[in-house]
């Protein structure tokens, strides 16, 4: 199987182009595709170790909040759809919400600033995922993550 990360040149803030060192990744596992090389090894490393595609899959979404938090951080939503041939389809919905006690009624009717700030739910997705279809720990599924956000990378302009 070829796996294939990002293969389009990166802007740096000087204006010159640079190409991705990491562009291909190979595996017999499976497949695993994300929007920047580093995610995208990072569920390749997944699959090597036996895991899944969730767990693959969840391992690229954490990196990507590392690697690339101005178009895919935590603070956001995700919708996401796993299917087993056991089991059949499932959704998870990890959209916005409203915090329980939310007073819709007296609550400001605003369209934009903090009144319009739903609770992320991708965290909570990603985990519910990783817990019910994964097969890896949520330790071993972060750890890519966790090793950049230590270490540090070179962010990308979003």
């Known amino acids: 199987m070829l796996f294939i990360g ?26 695993v595709v994300s929007a920047h090389p580093l995610a995208t090894k990072a569920g390749v490393d997944i699959l090597s170790k036996n895991g899944n595609a969730v767990d693959a899959a969840v391992a690229a979404a954490f990196t990507l909040a590392v690697v690339e938090p101005s178009m895919s951080g935590i603070g956001g939503r995700a919708q996401i759809l796993i299917y087993t041939p056991k089991t059949g389809y ?31 739910g991708v965290v909570k997705g990603l985990t519910k995922a990783l817990t019910e279809f994964g097969t890896q720990s949520r330790q071993n599924v972060m750890y890519p993550a966790i090793q950049l956000a230590d270490k540090g990378h070179a962010l990308i302009l979003g």
Not at 96 to 109: E, G, H, L, R, V
Request: hydrophobic share 25%; glycine share 8%; with cysteine.
């Open 6 to 31: 990002c293969t389009q040149p990166i802007k740096k803030s000087n204006g010159v182009y640079f190409e991705s060192a990491h562009k291909v990744q190979r595996s017999d596992k499976g497949i």
């Open 90 to 120: 499932h959704g998870i919905d990890a959209t916005t919400a409203a915090p329980s006690d939310y007073d819709y009624d007296n609550a400001p009717k605003k369209r934009y600033g903090y009144p319009s700030i739903g609770i992320p």
